[in-house]
Every structure is written in C-alpha cells, then in structure tokens.
C-alpha cells in the first residue's frame, strides 16, 4: 500500500523561507527563556518573602 500523492511530494524550502521560520523559532526561543527568567525570579522572591528578613541574618 503506497501513500498518496500529496504525502509523496517533497517541497525544497528556499532560503527565504528557511530565514523566515530560523527568525521564528528564534523569537520563541527568547520568549520561552523570558517567561522561565521571569519564572525563576517570581520563585525566588516568594522563597524570601516566605522564609522573611531572618535569612540575611543568621550565620553561616
């Protein structure tokens, strides 16, 4: 049993659109590591403000 005809075409991506979905994944990447930064920050904060001002106190 063969596959039709639409799934055996193979299309080549020209450079342009190569370029245009690199830019895309880019901007993704960067908005998946803002939101993770942004999430760390958030945890860390609340970690603080949970454990209170004792923690820059005590001895190490």
Same mark, same amino acid.
């Given at each position: 049993? *063969?596959?039709?005809?639409? +799934? ?9 659109? /190569?370029?245009?979905?690199? !830019?895309?994944?880019?901007?993704? *990447?960067?908005?998946?590591? +803002? ?9 860390? /904060?609340?970690?603080?403000? !949970? ?10």
């Amino acid at each position: 049993m *063969s596959a039709p005809d639409e +799934l055996r075409e193979v299309t080549v991506e020209t450079p342009e659109v /190569a370029a245009a979905r690199a !830019k895309v994944r880019r901007r993704r *990447s960067i908005a998946l590591g +803002l939101i993770l930064a942004a999430l760390v920050a958030i945890f860390y /904060a609340l970690t603080l403000v !949970k454990m209170g001002s004792a923690v820059f106190y005590r001895d190490l």
